[in-house]
C-alpha cells in the first residue's frame, strides 16, 4: 500500500489512500466530534472507550477529534473526573490505537485542541492571554512561549491548535477583546509570525511542534457594536489592509490551516465566502492547507444567517467555498451524503477537500508516529522552565499607566500593605476564558505575589476584599476602609473576569474569609459571548475606591481584566495605575516584582484607551476624515497606542534616514539613538509610524510600521536601525492590489503613537534629475 510507504511523495500517499476509500470514509475525514465524549474516566481511575466512538471509529466516521483534553465547565470535566498530563496521553493513545486498528485503512486520527495562551487541559501551564502577548511587544519572547505551548500539547498527543487569534479589535466592549494582540495589524502580523515559528518549528512532524490555525478569518473583530458575530461594516480596501493583513503574513510564515468567522462581511458569512477562502487564502496568497469551521458555523448558514435553506444546501455553500472539516461535524455528518446524491455537490469537490485533510496528517508524521509518549508528558507539562517562562511573559505584559510622584516602586522597607479588591485574591479572575480548572495554590494571586515579596507577616500585608466584580453590595466596606487606614499604602486591585462557573471562591465581603454557601456569584463579565454596553467597572468597585480614596495614603490601582476600563476618576485621583490584563497563572508575582521594583516596567498598549465609550470606535490608524471632536469633547484618548511608563527615562536623537530617496522596489534605512537617561536599567519600546501625506485612496493620519525592545543600563545609549521596503510602504490601490506610489511620507520615531521625532522620505517611480 503506498499511502503507507513514508519515502514516497506525500502527493502520491494520498492518491493512493483516496483511491481506497468509500465516499463514507472520505466524509468521516471531514468530521470533528467532540473528543471529550469519546472516553469516560471510571470511579476506579481508569478509563474505557464509549460505544458512540467505537461505532463511528469502525466506519472511519472519525476523522478528528476536537478538545479530547479540553476541561471547563462546557466539557464538565473536572479535577476529579480529568485526566492528568500523563494518563491524558495514554487516553489520547488509546482513542488512536482504537481508530487505526478497527478501521478498514486505519487511517490516524488528528487531535485538535485549544491553546490560545497554554493548552487548555489539567496541569498545563496557564500563560498570559493574548492581549498581554501584544503588551509585551516581543515576538522573540511570544516564540518562545508558543514553543513551550506546542512541547506540552503535542507531548498529550495534541497535534492542532485553534490559535493564534489574530483578529483586529474595533471595539474593546467586545467580549474577546483578550483573545486578541489588539489593535494594530502590524503588530499583529509581527506576533503571527512568532506563533508560526513558535507552534509549528522547523517541521510539523516534530514531537515539539504543532499545526497553527488562524483564527478568525475576518474581519470577527471588526463586528458591529463589539457584539460577537454580528455583522461586519467594512469595504474590501480596509479588509485587506487591515484585517486580512497579519492573516496574510501567518501564512507566508507557513501557516497549515485557517478557522473562517462566525461573522458575514457585506451579506456574505464567511463560512461559505468564496472570495475569502478560495480567491484570497489560496488564489492570491497560495495557502496550501486546510479550512476548519469554527464550532456550529455550518448550522448557522441555515439557522442564522439563513443564506441556505436546507441542511444539504449548508454544507454545499461550505465545501463549494473551500470549506475542508467541519468543527463538530453535524451538518457534515447529517448532509453531506444526501448533497452529493442531490448532485449539489460533486465528488471532485469531496476529494479536494479529503485530500487536504490526509496530506496535513502525512506532514504531521501522524501514519509513522500516531502515538504520545506519556512519560515524556508527564515531564514536559507544567516543567519549572514553563512556569518561569509564563511569568517573564507577564512581567513584560504589565503596562504602567500613572506614577505620580514616583509612587512606584514601592520600597521594600514599606511599612505595612492594604491589598484591597475583588480580585487581589481571585485565582480564576487573572486567567482569562479558554482556562481549565486548577488545582490550589498554583495560580499566584496578586495577594499571594505581594507576601512573596515582602514577607508573609500578614501584620505587614493585611487583605480584605471589598466588593464583588458585579455586585453593588457595600458590606464588604467596612472591613477594607478599616484595613487600608491602618496601612501605610493601599494597593487597590479591581477590573472584570472571564471565569467560567469552576465552583467555589466565594469570599464572606465583611471578614475576608472564604465562604460556604449555596448562592453562586459570577464575576464573569468578558470573554466569548459576554460583550459589555460600556466599558465602566461593574459593581460597587468605582466607589470603593472613592471612599478609600477620601483616606489620604498613597493608592496603587491594578486592573485585572480582559478589556480596557474607562474610569476617569480612578484616572485622575489614583497615585499610581498598573494595568495587568490577565496575566496567568504567575500574574502575582509579576504583579508584585513590578511594583516593589525587582522588574522596571516595560509594556506598551497595544490598545488605543478612550476617555468614554462615546468616542468608539477610537483607534490610533482612524482616517484623517474621521472628524475632531463630539460636542462633549473631543478624540483625544485617555492613553494612546503603544503608551506605557517606566521607572527611568528615555530619550530620541540623531534621527536619520538614508538614503531620503528611494524608488518602489528599494530599502531605506531609518537610524535612531535611544538612550537611557534614568537612574535604573529598563526595556524601553521604540515604535516606528509611517504617515503618506498624499496617495490616490484615504490613508490612515499614521501607522506602524517597526518595532523594537531593547534593555538599556543608565545612560547608556544605542543606536537603532528600521528597514523601509514595499512592505512598508505599499497601499492597497484602486483596483484593490498592493501598489507602492510615488510620494512623500513623513518617517516617526518615539516612545508611543503620540510622542515621536520625525523626518522625511520620499518614493520616485521615475529616476530622479
Excluded at 240 to 248: A, I, K, Q, S
Amino acid at each position: 500500500m503506498d499511502y503507507k510507504n513514508a519515502s514516497l511523495p506525500i502527493a502520491n500517499r494520498v492518491r493512493d489512500l483516496l483511491d481506497r476509500m468509500t465516499e463514507a470514509e472520505k466524509i468521516g475525514q471531514l468530521i470533528q466530534p467532540f473528543g471529550w465524549k469519546s472516553y469516560i474516566k471510571q470511579a476506579d481511575g481508569t478509563v474505557i472507550l464509549t460505544e458512540e466512538f467505537k461505532l463511528l471509529a469502525a466506519s472511519g466516521g472519525v476523522g478528528s477529534l476536537y478538545g479530547t483534553l479540553r476541561a471547563d465547565p462546557w466539557t464538565e470535566v473536572t479535577l476529579e473526573n480529568g485526566l492528568s498530563p500523563e494518563d491524558g496521553a495514554a487516553a489520547v493513545n488509546m482513542i488512536q490505537q482504537y481508530a487505526i486498528q478497527e478501521s478498514r485503512l486505519g487511517i490516524p486520527i488528528l487531535f485538535g485542541e485549544e491553546c490560545s495562551h497554554g493548552h487548555m487541559a489539567i496541569g498545563a501551564t496557564v500563560f498570559p492571554v493574548p492581549l498581554n502577548v501584544g503588551s509585551t511587544w516581543n515576538p522573540e519572547l511570544y516564540q518562545e512561549m508558543c514553543r513551550a505551548v506546542a512541547a506540552e500539547t503535542r507531548a498529550q498527543g495534541g497535534a492542532a491548535t485553534y490559535s493564534p487569534v489574530l483578529d483586529i479589535t474595533r471595539d474593546p466592549r467586545w467580549g474577546r477583546t483578550e483573545e486578541t494582540f489588539g489593535e494594530d495589524p502590524y503588530l499583529t502580523g509581527e506576533l503571527a509570525v512568532a506563533a508560526m515559528k513558535g507552534l509549528q518549528g522547523e517541521s510539523l512532524d516534530s514531537p515539539d511542534s504543532i499545526m497553527a490555525t488562524l483564527k478568525h478569518f475576518a474581519g470577527y473583530g471588526a463586528s458591529e457594536g463589539g457584539r460577537n458575530g454580528a455583522p461586519a461594516h467594512i469595504g474590501l480596501r480596509e479588509l485587506h489592509e487591515v484585517d486580512l493583513y497579519p492573516f496574510r503574513k501567518a501564512v507566508e510564515a507557513g501557516a497549515c490551516s485557517i478557522m473562517p468567522a462566525y461573522n458575514e462581511i457585506d451579506g456574505v458569512p464567511c463560512t461559505s465566502n468564496r472570495y475569502l477562502l478560495e480567491e484570497v487564502l489560496r488564489g492570491e496568497w497560495g495557502f496550501d492547507g486546510f479550512v476548519i469551521t469554527d464550532c456550529g458555523a455550518i448550522d448557522m448558514l441555515e439557522n442564522g444567517h439563513n443564506t441556505a435553506a436546507t441542511g444539504e444546501e449548508a454544507a454545499a455553500a461550505a465545501v463549494q467555498a473551500g470549506v475542508d472539516m467541519e468543527m463538530s461535524g453535524g451538518m457534515f455528518r447529517k448532509h453531506l451524503a444526501e448533497a452529493l446524491n442531490q448532485g449539489i455537490v460533486s465528488t471532485e469537490e469531496l476529494d479536494l477537500a479529503v485530500s487536504r485533510v490526509l496530506a496535513m496528517k502525512f506532514r504531521l508524521g501522524l501514519f509513522e508516529r500516531p502515538f504520545a509518549d506519556p512519560k515524556r508528558a508527564k515531564e514536559v507539562i507544567g516543567k519549572t522552565e514553563h512556569k518561569n517562562l509564563a511569568r517573564r511573559v507577564a512581567e513584560e505584559s504589565i503596562i504602567l499607566l500613572k506614577n505620580e510622584g514616583g509612587t512606584l516602586p514601592l520600597s521594600a522597607n514599606t511599612g505595612t500593605v492594604a491589598v484591597i479588591g475583588p480580585n487581589a485574591d481571585a485565582p480564576y479572575n487573572q486567567l482569562g476564558d479558554y482556562t481549565s480548572p486548577q488545582p490550589e495554590g498554583k495560580v499566584v494571586t496578586v495577594l499571594e505575589g505581594i507576601r512573596n515579596s515582602i514577607g508573609t507577616e500578614r501584620k505587614r500585608v493585611m487583605y480584605a476584599p471589598g466588593s464583588r466584580i458585579r455586585e453593588d453590595s457595600r458590606e464588604g466596606f467596612a472591613l477594607a476602609l478599616e484595613t487600608a487606614a491602618a496601612a501605610d499604602v493601599t494597593v487597590l486591585v479591581l477590573g472584570g473576569s472571564s471565569a467560567r462557573d469552576f465552583g467555589g471562591g466565594a469570599i464572606d465581603l465583611r471578614t475576608g474569609a472564604s465562604l460556604v454557601t449555596d448562592h453562586v456569584w459570577s464575576d464573569m463579565e468578558c470573554g466569548e459571548g459576554i460583550d459589555r454596553s460600556s466599558l465602566h467597572l461593574l459593581g460597587a468597585q468605582t466607589e470603593l475606591f472613592r471612599e478609600i480614596r477620601k483616606l489620604g495614603k498613597p493608592l496603587v490601582v491594578v486592573y485585572i481584566n480582559g478589556r480596557p476600563v474607562t474610569e476617569p476618576e480612578i484616572d485622575q485621583q489614583a497615585d499610581a495605575i498598573l494595568e495587568a490584563w490577565y496575566p496567568g497563572q504567575e500574574g502575582g508575582n509579576a504583579v508584585a516584582a513590578i511594583l516593589f521594583g525587582e522588574v522596571n516596567p516595560s509594556g506598551r498598549l497595544p490598545l488605543t484607551l478612550p476617555k468614554d465609550v462615546g468616542q468608539l470606535p477610537l483607534n490610533y490608524h482612524s482616517r484623517r476624515t474621521r472628524g475632531k471632536r463630539y460636542l462633549e469633547g473631543d478624540l483625544s484618548p485617555q492613553y494612546p497606542f503603544g503608551f506605557g511608563l517606566s521607572y527611568t527615562q528615555f530619550e530620541y536623537s540623531s534621527l536619520r534616514i538614508e538614503p531620503e530617496v528611494i524608488g518602489p522596489d528599494e530599502e531605506a534605512l531609518v537610524y535612531i539613538t535611544v538612550t537611557n537617561s534614568g537612574r535604573v536599567p529598563g526595556m524601553e519600546v521604540a515604535q516606528l509610524y509611517l504617515t503618506d501625506l498624499a496617495a490616490s485612496v484615504t490613508r490612515p493620519e499614521k501607522s506602524l510600521r517597526g518595532f523594537r525592545k531593547v534593555h538599556l543600563q543608565p545612560g547608556e545609549s544605542r543606536e537603532l536601525t528600521f528597514p523601509l521596503n514595499r512592505e512598508h510602504l505599499e497601499l492597497v490601490g484602486l483596483d484593490l492590489r498592493r501598489v507602492v506610489e510615488d510620494g512623500e511620507f513623513v518617517v516617526s520615531v518615539g516612545s508611543h503613537s503620540a510622542k515621536t521625532i520625525s523626518g522625511r522620505l520620499a518614493v520616485r517611480t521615475k529616476e530622479v534629475q
